[in-house]
Each structure stands twice: as C-alpha cells, then as structure tokens.
C-alpha cells in the first residue's frame, strides 16, 4: 500500500513538474492527438527498484540471488529507455548496449535452464548467449507493443495472472511480482483513455524485462524458458507476425508504425479502452486452455496449442481488416 500511495503522489507530481517537461509529439503513426508528457516510467519502476531493494534486504528471508536477477538488468534497461526518451537513440545503438550487459550479466547471474522439460548438454557460456537474445527480444517486443493508451500495462497485469496460475513463486519472488503490480496500479489512473502521462522507454523497457525473466521467478523448480510463450501469447503473435509482415515488405522494424493487430483494431473498428480490455482478457486464454491440457499432453503440445490457437485468431481478425 505505501508502496501504491507513494508512486501516486510522486506520477502527480511528474505530472505537474516543468522540470521533467519531454512531450510525445504526435505524428501520422502515433496513436494519441495531443502532446503527452513521457518517461513516467522513470517514476513507478524507480520506485518498484527501491521498494524492492528495501523489502530483500530488510527481510530475514532475501534472497541476494533475486536482488541479482532483477535489480541490475532493471537499472540498465531504465537507463537506457530514459536516454533513448531524451535523445532519441538509434535502434542500433539501444539494441548494441543491450547486447553488451546482458551476455555478461546472463552469464554471471543466472542458472542453466530446461526448455519444453529439457535440459541440453551445453556450456554455459551458450546458454547464457540464447537465454540474453531471449530477454532482448522479449524486452523489446514488450517496447514495441506499447502504442496505445493503457494497452501495455493491462497485457503485463494479464500475464502476471498467467504466471501466479502456473507457476509456483516462493514467497520472496511472490513478494517482487506483488511490488511490480502494485508499481503498475499506480500507473493506470494516469495512463487511462485519453492519457495524461505516457510510461515511455523509461518504463516499457524495465517492464519488458521482469517479462522476460518470470520464468525464473518459479520457486525451487529448475527454470524452464518456454513457460514465455504461456505468459504473453497476444504480443507473440501480434508482434513476431507483424515483424515478419514488415520484413517481407523490406520495412525498417525499428521504425515507429500503426501495423500491429491491435493498431488497426483501434483504428478501423474500436475504442481504445475497448481494444485494451479485449487483448488483455485475450491474454487471459492462457489459463483456461492450460490447466485443460496440462495433465494429458506436455509442455510443448501445450504451448504449441496456444500458440496455434492465437495464431488462427491473429489471422481472421487480420484478414478481415
């Protein structure tokens, strides 16, 4: 609760502040009609960080390793999203630091991983390099999808309940992903149709990667990767079919567009809080189909199913508009 009560009254003084005063302008591919304020995700995942630094360390059950897997990669990805808010930074330029944290950081810092039930006999320095292109990808694909009022932080509220569905969080990991949501709740007011404030780079980027590593977040268990694809499957589809539309048509897919199924949604046939209210229940498919499944054929039917199932609703939905 004071975790809530103090990043509202910090977004409102964001709100209000002349300092911090970088506006969104709109242009012929953004979804919004006036100039919003930005990077208000400096605000409510900075706050998430110290709140999540104090309950780890004052508690007699922290967990360093936790602290290691969240806080680090958190700071860099905040970081970078605020300068790319303030100068624009080139894909290239985000996508190349990126690169350079995260394979050492995967490498120092997190443990082997099974994916579908299965660990490879691989050295770790390889695991480490695909599980870094994993949360890359992830992160930004969550940065990509982040076009439309609300939109994003419903998706990521959705996928939390995904995860406390499936997984099985100790209660330090519960804890962190509780402060996350928290974190986010205190956003929506100000980020509600039409929005007052935008999250930005600043936000999205930090968002994308506790995404990322949810999997992780999956008490003793040994981590499994491919439990992703189960906790965002409207991004994957939307977001790998559109990249791949956009390659074929020799676009750049770092540029700034209004392709994405949700996009076109919101602009041929529905409301924007309508649009957010039915992809993040859509999101919510997940479970129902999950736990049907789960005790009859494994992981990878599973997730072969809903991905499938996802797929063919992306295709009519796109073919009709």
């Known amino acids: 609760m004071l975790t809530f009560i103090s990043s509202t009254i910090l ?48 508690s007699k059950d922290g967990s360093f390793s936790l602290l290691s897997q969240t806080l ?28 350079l944290f995260f394979i050492p950081y995967v490498y120092l810092f997190f443990p082997d991983y099974q994916v579908f ?54 209660p330090n990991q519960a804890i962190t992903v509780l402060l996350l ?6 956003f929506l007011y100000f980020n509600f149709p039409p929005a007052r404030l935008f ?8 968002l994308g990667y506790m995404v990322a590593i949810l999997p992780f977040l999956n008490g ?40 994405h199924l949700y996009q076109k949604i919101t602009l041929q046939k529905l409301d924007k809080r309508f649009t957010t209210f039915i992809f993040s229940l859509w999101n919510l498919l997940t479970i129902p189909v999950y736990f049907f499944l789960k005790d009859s054929i494994p992981l990878m039917g599973i997730i072969s199913i809903i991905l499938f199932l996802n797929g063919f609703l992306y295709t009519i939905l796109i073919r009709k508009l």
């Not at 012929?28 to 900075?46: C, E, N």
């Not at 999250?199 to 930090?206: A, F, K, N, V």
């Open 11 to 58: 977004l409102r003084g964001f709100y209000h502040s002349k300092f911090f005063s970088h506006l969104d302008v709109p242009n012929h591919r953004s979804m919004h009609d006036y100039p919003t304020k930005k990077s208000a995700g400096l605000v409510f995942m900075g706050l998430f960080m110290i709140s999540l630094f104090y309950v780890q360390i004052y």
């Open 72 to 99: 680090p990669g958190l700071m860099v990805c905040l970081l970078i999203g605020f300068l790319d808010d303030r100068y624009n930074f080139s894909s290239r330029r985000k996508l190349f630091f990126e690169i």
């Open 117 to 170: 039930g299965f660990t490879l006999p691989l050295p770790h320095i390889v695991f480490s390099i695909v599980l870094a292109g994993y949360i890359i990808f992830v992160t930004n694909l969550c940065n990509f999808m982040d076009g439309l009022d609300l939109y994003l932080s419903l998706s990521i509220l959705s996928s939390i309940g995904i995860y406390f569905s499936i997984l099985h969080p100790n």
């Open 181 to 186: 949501v928290t974190s986010i709740l205190s």
């Open 199 to 206: 999250m930005g780079d600043t936000g999205s980027l930090p």
């Open 220 to 259: 003793n268990e040994i981590p499994d990767l491919s439990y992703g694809f189960l906790l965002i499957p409207v991004f994957w589809i939307d977001g790998v079919f559109t990249i791949l539309i956009r390659l074929k048509k020799k676009e750049n897919i770092f540029r700034a567009h209004r392709e």
